[in-house]
Nanobody, 125 residues
Framework: QVQLVESGGGLVQAGGSLRLSCAASGRTFSSTVMGWFRQAPGKERDIVAVISGSGGRTNYAESVKGRFTISRDNAKNTVYLQMNILKPEDTAVYYC??????????????????WGQGTQVTVSS
């Protein structure tokens, strides 16, 4: 069993920055592939970024490349999403997720077995 708790969402103006955190417990964190997803109103939940257990490999959605950075601190069992140059279209509920698998940088919802409660990010124009 894995518990995930996100924090750091809020309201920010376009061009601003936010850092999301996801604290994990209940599993060997350093071997767990972690992902950030987001869901805007009326839309499906999509991958934003994913990071390997060691932190050495990452992957990003095209829409956030160059603006967002995923990282992790395995000593603190925490994964982060640094979001810069935010745009109104980044407005969504952001979810942290943990995969029960460890081989690849998974990008599909069904490849993740554990989810946080979500944190709202709102970017005003």
């Amino acid at each position: 069993q894995v518990q995930l708790v996100e924090s750091g969402g809020g309201l920010v103006q376009a061009g601003g920055s936010l850092r999301l955190s996801c604290a994990a417990s209940g599993r060997t964190f350093s071997s767990t592939v972690m992902g950030w997803f987001r869901q805007a109103p009326g839309k499906e939940r999509d991958i934003v970024a994913v990071i390997s257990g060691s932190g050495g490999r990452t992957n990003y959605a095209e829409s956030v490349k160059g603006r967002f950075t995923i990282s992790r601190d395995n000593a603190k069992n925490t994964v982060y999403l640094q979001m810069n140059i935010l745009k109104p279209e980044d407005t969504a509920v952001y979810y942290c997720a943990a995969s029960p698998y460890s081989s690849y940088l998974y990008t599909r919802e069904y490849e993740y077995g554990y989810w946080g409660q979500g944190t709202q990010v709102t970017v005003s124009s």
